[in-house]
C-alpha cells in the first residue's frame, strides 16, 4: 500500500493548490479526483468556462449595440452559437491541461477514481481498478453541487443546473432563471446579451441578496437594460416540461398571486450544497449539518486533527479564491508553520456587466453590531476614465468607522470592479483609513482613482469630481 504525507480528496481549486503547497514543501502528496479531467466544478463547469462565455457575449453585445457610439459601424454582425461553445470547450481543456503539468511538475500522484475513507488514514480509490492509499495527513476538498427545490424536476434537458446551462446545443429563444443570486445572474445575462429573452424569478426582495442592498438595486436597472425581466419575491411552486417548452409556476409572496411563464430552457440556479456523499465519514465518526459541510475549526480541522477540509465542504462563502486561500493554510499548517487567513476578508465578486464586487461589513450589518460608520460613494459617470470608455453605470461606496476612520466595507459596481477590489482588500488588511488611501496618488486616468474619491468623501465630504 503506497503511503503519503498528505492525500487530497477532490482537484479543485482548494484541492490542486494545496497539493502544490504541500508539494514545494516537501511532502510527498497525492492526489484523489472522481473525474478523469483535473480541475474540479471551477475550471469545468463553473468559473471558467463561465467567464468565456461572459467575455464572449460581452464582446457580441458590444458590436451589436455599443460600437456605434464610438463611431465603428458594423453592417451586420451573426452569432456562431456553436463556434462561441467552442471556444469555450477550448479555453477549459487548455486551463485542465494547465493543472495536469502542475501535477507532474510538482511529482504530485494524481489517483483517478472515486475516494473514501476507510478507516482515519486510509483512503480507497475506486476507479478502473480498486486500489487503498495511506496518508499521514488527509484533505477533503470535494467541493459542492446544485441543489433544486420541491416540485422542480431537473431534467437535464430542459430543466437545467448551470452545469447542463454552460453547454447547450443551441440558443434557446427564451429561458427562465430561477434563483437572482450569483451564478444565475452571470449566466442570465450571458443568454441575454446573445438575444435570449431571460426572466429572473427570485423568492427574496432584491437579487444578490446577500450583499449590499445599494449594489442589487443598481445591478437590476442595468440588467433590464439587456431586457431581462425580474419577479422578486416570488416563490416558484412548481416546472412542468414538454418536449417544446417549460412553464414555470410561482406565487407572490406577499399577495399569493400565481404567475406563469413559459420558456424554452429553465435554469434553476437557487443555491449549491456541499458534497460529501460516499466520502465514508461514518467510518471516521464525522457527521455533516443539514447543508451537508463538515465541521471544523480555526485550523480546518475536522474531529480529528490530522484530518482537514476546505472549500466548499466547510462553512462560509463558496468561493474558488476561499479555497485556494484555506488550501494553501492547511498545507503549510501541515508543515509546521504558522500561516495567516482571514475570512472577513475574502471578497465576493458577481462577474456580470458591470462587475460588482464587495469586501467587509455592510451598512446592515455594522448597524446590527452598533458599529458606528460614516460612508461615501462616488459614482463611475463622474469618472473622466469611465466616460473616455462608455461605461458610466455604478458606483463605489466606502464605509469607515465613525471615529478612527479605518476601512470597515468597500462596495462597488462598475468596470472592472472584480479587479479594483484588490486595493480594498490590501488597505482593509492592513487596517488602512480612508484617509490613507486618500494620500495615495492613483494613475489618471483610471477607474481605481474611484475608489480614492468614494474614501475622500467618506473623509468629511472631500471627493473632488462630484
Keep these: 500500500m503506497n503511503e503519503y504525507d498528505v492525500i487530497i480528496i477532490g482537484s479543485g481549486p482548494g484541492g490542486y493548490v494545496s497539493a502544490i503547497r504541500c508539494a514545494q514543501l516537501g ?36 458590436i451589436v449595440h455599443s460600437v456605434k457610439d464610438h463611431g465603428i459601424n458594423v453592417k451586420e454582425a451573426k452569432l456562431d452559437f456553436k463556434k462561441m461553445r467552442e471556444r469555450v470547450e477550448k479555453v477549459v481543456s487548455q486551463t485542465c491541461e494547465g493543472i495536469n503539468y502542475l501535477m507532474k511538475k510538482n511529482k504530485i ?15 480507497e480509490v475506486k476507479g478502473k481498478k480498486t486500489e487503498k492509499i495511506q496518508g499521514k495527513n488527509i484533505v477533503i476538498a470535494t467541493g459542492s453541487k446544485p441543489i433544486s427545490l420541491p416540485g422542480i424536476d431537473i431534467d437535464k434537458k430542459r430543466v437545467v443546473t448551470s452545469t447542463e446551462a454552460l453547454y ?3 440558443l434557446p429563444k427564451s429561458m427562465v432563471v430561477i434563483g437572482g443570486g450569483v451564478i444565475g445572474l452571470e449566466l442570465g445575462s450571458v443568454y441575454a446579451r446573445l438575444g435570449t429573452k431571460v426572466t429572473v424569478i427570485e423568492y427574496a426582495d432584491s437579487i444578490i441578496a446577500t450583499m449590499d442592498k445599494d449594489l442589487g438595486k443598481e445591478l437590476q436597472k442595468t440588467l433590464k437594460k439587456l431586457g431581462i425581466e425580474f419577479y422578486l419575491s416570488h416563490g416558484v411552486k412548481e416546472t412542468k416540461s414538454t418536449t417544446k417548452k417549460v412553464t414555470v409556476k410561482a406565487e407572490n409572496n406577499k399577495t399569493k398571486e400565481m404567475i406563469e411563464v413559459d420558456c424554452e430552457i429553465c435554469l434553476v440556479s437557487v443555491g449549491r450544497k456541499a458534497f460529501t456523499d460516499s466520502l465514508g465519514l461514518e467510518n471516521l465518526g464525522i457527521e455533516v449539518d443539514d447543508r451537508g459541510r463538515i465541521p471544523s475549526n480555526e485550523k480546518m480541522q475536522t474531529s480529528h486533527a490530522h484530518i482537514y477540509a476546505i472549500g466548499d465542504v466547510t462553512k462560509g462563502a463558496m468561493l474558488a479564491h476561499k479555497a485556494e486561500e484555506e488550501g494553501v493554510f492547511v498545507a503549510e499548517t501541515i508543515a509546521g508553520q504558522k500561516p495567516h487567513i482571514n475570512h472577513h476578508l475574502i471578497p465576493g465578486v458577481v462577474y456580470t456587466w458591470p462587475e460588482v464586487a464587495a469586501v467587509g461589513f455592510n451598512e446592515v450589518e455594522l448597524k446590527e453590531k452598533g458599529i458606528p460608520f460614516k460612508k461615501g460613494s462616488f459614482p463611475f459617470k463622474a469618472s473622466g476614465r469611465a466616460r473616455a470608455s462608455n461605461e458610466s453605470d455604478g458606483f463605489i461606496k466606502v464605509l469607515a468607522h465613525k471615529d478612527t476612520d479605518e476601512i470597515l466595507g468597500v462596495h462597488m459596481i462598475g468596470p472592472r470592479a472584480a479587479d479594483l477590489i484588490s486595493e480594498a482588500v490590501v488597505a482593509m488588511e492592513y487596517k488602512a483609513s480612508a484617509e490613507d488611501i486618500c494620500r495615495i496618488c492613483h494613475a489618471h486616468p483610471t477607474y481605481s482613482e474611484s475608489f480614492k474619491e468614494a474614501c475622500l468623501a467618506a473623509t468629511e465630504n472631500r471627493a473632488v469630481h462630484i
Design 168 to 170: 447547450l446545443e443551441k
Design 109 to 123: 500522484t494524481v489517483y483517478t477514481g472515486m475516494g473514501s475513507f476507510i478507516d482515519t488514514h486510509t483512503v
Design 27 to 62: 511532502l510527498k502528496t497525492a492526489i484523489v479526483e472522481k473525474y478523469n479531467t483535473l480541475g474540479g466544478t471551477c475550471l469545468n463547469v463553473g468559473c471558467i468556462p463561465s467567464k468565456a462565455w461572459l467575455d464572449s457575449s460581452e464582446r457580441f453585445h458590444d
